[in-house]
């Protein structure tokens, strides 16, 4: 009988010995009973026989993790803190055997219709004698064609490339541009996939056809043999950061494979974070057409749809051009009010206001998915003195609809937009100027080419600026960017940007990098890139019992002198999903200090985020 170390699959337990009268491989997948459930598991090694009884491995998969997906998810379950099961839970096994399919460049031949200026040239040049760097390039500077043309080098050298960019960044016209100049060499991995869609591009993936993986953080942990390279694309997107456990970073992560595998990662962005601006060498690419084509203007107003937001609408429309509307805020409204006794109508397990949603008659938490009918009256005072507050995209679909009744207006936000099909048949109809109006939430920044759009109207950005997040100056500017970007692709555009702090974006609308310059003063000695964070999160049904293993780990912690903590208490959102939550936040010259005094003081109420982006 053989025994072995095994760890379960995406659980926060650790190892536990089973036994079996086969030899198994080191890193197989494996089945097994635990707590009278089957779940997998990996082996993790050979042990002698234990003093205790143990159960039997049920099957043994023909699939197997790598050494280096070892080594990686080893990583993550050190600098996430978490367990080893959690951080394999994340990976997807090579097959046993699988024939890798070597396809020469010679045999798959294509020729290169990719024509590089003088400047792009010379920024690929520069990024093929980096390890690590960042395209810097104003959108519409042609970042995807030297992508393109990097691809291209590698797949001569008979190795792939993984290509992430947010999950909204994967559009069919980005689909659509590799897949011409690629073909079948091309897979796009996303959640959006059918299963039977998912199965056959892993099979590509697994088998060698694909040579290039374009997919969100998760394409990370595919079974790639032969990597040659990873292209990580709007690398400041705040959806490459897990909000669940292990709550890693993917684009920290892929830095982390290219000095594992040995090989190249490029970061790409018009509005690179801070971190990445400062820690690597970057080649800057200005401009598109940006400071000729787009004329800012400024409103002093609060997000609403006021006379010279519908007046430019109005031109836009008698002019038969078209025109995008940006709106923070999904649903309708965010919030219901009582106007007489002030009383904001909450969730009843979150401790967050309810988003009105007027189609189907509903108040419903984004953050549980709660839902209730529209009540008639304040539940607190009896009053039918109800508003509500803080614009949404639903609403302004509404109210444009109703203004402006010959024209084809569109929401483009999650609520929505639900399907690849949906979001293909959308931005068609957009194309097609068969729709006139697009009134979205970020989704209309991301990697969509709109060719008639002459007027971006952006709202909100203040709600942003406002946002208690030493990053909240950075998301707002990078906002109002990439939202503008999307305008003046063909023609002169408009960009009307609502907002009481014209005086803060109008000075760094042409030079983002005097911006990252300036912010470095104002983070230096407090905030990342030079200090590290940690937030450590408590959530539970009782919330006594949440504060007191808060506190628990908050007087362990204050032992340690490398440690500073920044604050502690009850989360901005108290409640979510009915748990009580409750958080402390640590700052540290050094991860390891950080990760030692965690290590040394957590509980287990107490979870882990690292480097953390939100904080609320």
Do not use: W
Not at 242 to 253: T, V
Not at 366 to 376: D, E, G, K, L, S
Not at 510 to 536: M, N, Q, T, V
């Amino acid at each position: 009988m053989n025994y072995y170390k095994v760890c379960i699959l995406n659980s926060p337990l650790g190892s536990y010995t089973y036994q079996s009268d086969k030899t198994i491989s080191l890193y197989s997948k494996i089945s097994i009973k635990f707590n009278n459930r089957d779940v997998n598991g990996v082996i993790l090694e050979v042990c002698e026989k234990p003093e205790f009884e143990t159960l039997d491995i049920l099957e043994v998969f023909d699939e197997v993790f790598s050494d280096k997906q070892l080594e990686l998810a080893r990583f993550i379950s050190s600098y996430y803190i978490c367990s080893l099961g959690d951080a394999l839970g994340l990976m997807i096994p090579y097959e046993n055997n699988s024939e890798i399919k070597t396809l020469h460049q010679k045999e798959k031949a294509h020729e290169s219709d990719i024509v590089l200026s003088k400047i792009q040239s010379d920024a690929l040049d520069f990024l093929k004698k980096q390890k690590i760097s960042l395209l810097f390039g104003d959108t519409g500077s042609g970042k995807t064609e030297i992508y393109m043309k990097y691809f291209e080098d590698i797949l001569s050298q008979n190795k792939r490339c993984i290509f992430l960019m947010p999950e909204i960044s994967l559009t069919p016209q980005m689909d659509q541009r590799l897949q011409k100049h690629f073909g079948d060499e091309v897979v796009m991995y996303h959640s959006k996939l059918t299963p039977k869609a998912k199965k056959i591009a892993l099979e590509k993936i697994r088998n060698g056809e694909a040579k290039i993986i374009a997919g969100p953080r998760s394409a990370l942990f595919l079974p790639v043999k032969d990597l040659g390279l990873i292209v990580v694309d709007e690398e400041h997107d705040d959806s490459y950061k897990s909000s669940s456990r292990p709550r890693y970073n993917a684009r920290d992560l892929a830095i982390y494979m290219g000095k594992l595998y040995d090989i190249p990662v490029v970061l790409g962005s018009a509005t690179p974070s801070l971190t990445t601006y400062v820690k690597f060498p970057h080649v800057r690419l200005k401009g598109g057409h940006f400071s000729s084509k787009r004329e800012f203007f400024y409103e002093r107003s609060a997000e609403s749809l006021s006379p010279v937001v519908l007046r430019e609408l109005k031109q836009t429309l008698n002019e038969k051009k078209q025109a995008i509307v940006f709106i923070p805020t999904r649903a309708n409204f965010k919030n219901l009010i009582c106007a007489d006794c002030g009383h904001t109508h909450k969730c009843v397990f979150c401790s967050v206001g309810l988003s009105v949603h007027n189609k189907s008659n509903a108040l419903k938490c984004h953050y549980c998915n709660y839902t209730q009918a529209i009540p008639q009256i304040c539940s607190e005072c009896g009053s039918d003195m109800l508003v509500s507050s803080r614009l949404g995209t639903a609403e302004a679909v509404k109210n444009l609809s109703e203004e402006f009744k010959d024209a084809y207006i569109e929401q483009f936000d999650r609520d929505v937009i639900t399907s690849n099909t949906k979001l293909k048949k959308a931005l068609k109809r957009f194309n097609d100027h068969e729709s006139d109006i697009l009134v979205g939430t970020q989704m209309l920044s991301k990697g969509h080419d709109y060719h008639g759009v002459t007027l971006a109207i952006v709202l909100g950005l203040d709600n942003i600026l406002n946002m208690p997040d030493y990053r909240s100056r950075e998301r707002a500017l990078s906002s109002l960017l990439q939202i503008a970007g999307r305008s003046g692709r063909k023609d002169k555009a408009k960009v009307l940007v609502q907002s009481f702090n014209e005086e803060f974006f109008k000075v760094y609308l042409d030079s983002y990098e005097s911006f990252l310059d300036e912010e470095k003063i104002y983070r230096e000695g407090l905030y990342p890139p030079y200090k590290k964070l940690a937030r450590l999160l408590f959530s539970h049904k009782n919330g006594a019992k949440t504060r007191e293993a808060m506190e628990e780990v908050l007087d362990s912690i204050k032992l340690h002198k490398n440690v500073e903590v920044v604050g502690s208490g009850k989360c901005a959102i108290e409640k979510i999903a009915n748990k009580y939550r409750f958080e402390i936040l640590l700052r540290a010259d050094k991860s390891t200090d950080l990760i030692k005094a965690i290590h040394a003081s957590k509980n287990d109420l107490c979870e882990v985020d690292m480097d953390p982006i939100e904080f609320g």
